[in-house]
């Protein structure tokens, strides 16, 4: 892809010696927080890229890993490791631990610090990833070029489970997120409970406990198992995480590790899931819309799966209460 560029710059760039620096600019997709720019060089600068003025902060700076560009269309990305911000500037570590700049936009400019009237080129534009903080000292983010989203399937697969996100609604729908017809229509938001920590276990970033949230047997005993869990206190405020499986006695397990560590007295709210499985009666759609669950249902249950495609299809090569589909067989639709 070509690049625009100043005649005056073009020029600089072909000079021996050269006075240029990058220029990070990131915006939020998050409402509400402010865009904010860092440089890798030792000075502040402050430049007007035609979308705004921006002061581009040298105190928090950035490293970033190797670009590496190319004709074809295989993804371009980078990391970026930046210092907490302990200065002035409109960003916080309180709302980097929130995840305010999770999946913002960012565009990395290249500029001649000592005369910004000749412009800017762009170097790359794209979405970093979550951003995750390091050693208490500096937060570092994924950079995904545009190139990224070629690697994304955008059409419809079949599957024996469901590929709807629980609790997902009709777009149009207030508050809805989904863009597509994949919407699941199960009111998941009336299933939140809430919990507060009494104590930690081995791992505190993958497990805690609340003793006093009840934990029935029936009709399964892990009634959490692929559930969410979202904090409202604490490190991990403003985060939520997939529940891997809970215990009798309040112990609850994520499915990956939290950011942070859980600590005592942190509170949040905790809801069960649906494991995607068309006729299951504990935790699949069944079990949440009855006999509806014909309607609901997005995924195509009866498929036959050979022995060589068991593993390329969702669900194919595991049974019921394993993430996968019905193995008894050819089975009727019936509720």
């Known amino acids: 892809m070509g690049r625009a560029i100043s005649i005056e710059l073009q020029e600089h760039f072909d000079q021996k010696y050269q006075t240029t620096a990058h220029l990070l600019r990131i915006d939020p997709v998050r409402p509400g927080y402010s865009s904010y720019g860092v440089t890798d060089i030792d000075r ?3 430049y007007d890229d035609g979308t705004s003025e921006l002061t581009y902060s040298a105190a928090i700076g950035f490293e970033s890993t190797e670009f590496s560009f190319n004709p074809t269309l295989s993804a371009d990305n980078a990391d970026m490791t930046s210092l907490l911000p302990v200065f002035d500037i409109p960003v916080s570590e309180d709302e980097l631990r929130s995840g305010a700049y999770d999946y913002a936009e960012y565009t990395l400019y290249k500029v001649n610090y000592e005369d910004l009237t000749m412009g ?17 000292l ?33 777009p149009g729908t207030p508050g809805a997120t989904v863009t597509e017809e994949k919407y699941c229509g199960f009111d998941a938001e009336s299933l939140w409970e809430a919990f507060e920590v009494t104590a930690v276990g081995d791992e505190a970033t993958v497990e805690f406990t609340d003793s006093a949230l009840p934990f029935p047997d029936t009709p399964v005993a892990d009634i959490y198992h692929r559930g969410m869990v979202r904090w409202e206190t604490g490190l991990n405020a403003g985060r939520e995480y997939e529940v891997e499986g809970n215990t009798t006695g309040g112990k609850v397990s994520t499915m ?3 950011d942070y560590p859980a600590q005592v007295g942190d509170t949040g709210l905790i809801r069960r899931g649906c494991n995607k499985i068309a006729r299951d009666d504990a935790r699949g759609c069944k079990h949440w819309f009855g006999t509806q669950w014909t309607i609901h249902f997005r995924g ?16 194919g090569n595991a049974g019921p209460g394993d993430f996968g589909g019905d193995t008894s ?3 009727t639709a019936e509720a």
């Open 44 to 46: 502040d600068i402050t």
């Open 120 to 136: 800017h080129v762009i170097v790359s534009h794209g979405n970093i990833g979550r951003v995750t903080l390091k050693d208490g």
């Open 138 to 170: 500096s937060f570092v983010s994924e950079m995904n070029g545009l190139s990224k989203q070629t690697q994304q399937s955008v059409c419809a697969r079949y599957s024996r489970t469901c590929p709807a996100t629980f609790g997902s609604q009709p």
């Open 256 to 258: 990956f590790a939290m």
């Open 300 to 315: 195509q249950p009866d498929i036959p799966i050979g022995d060589a495609l068991a593993n390329t299809a969702p669900g």
């Open 329 to 331: 067989g050819a089975e």
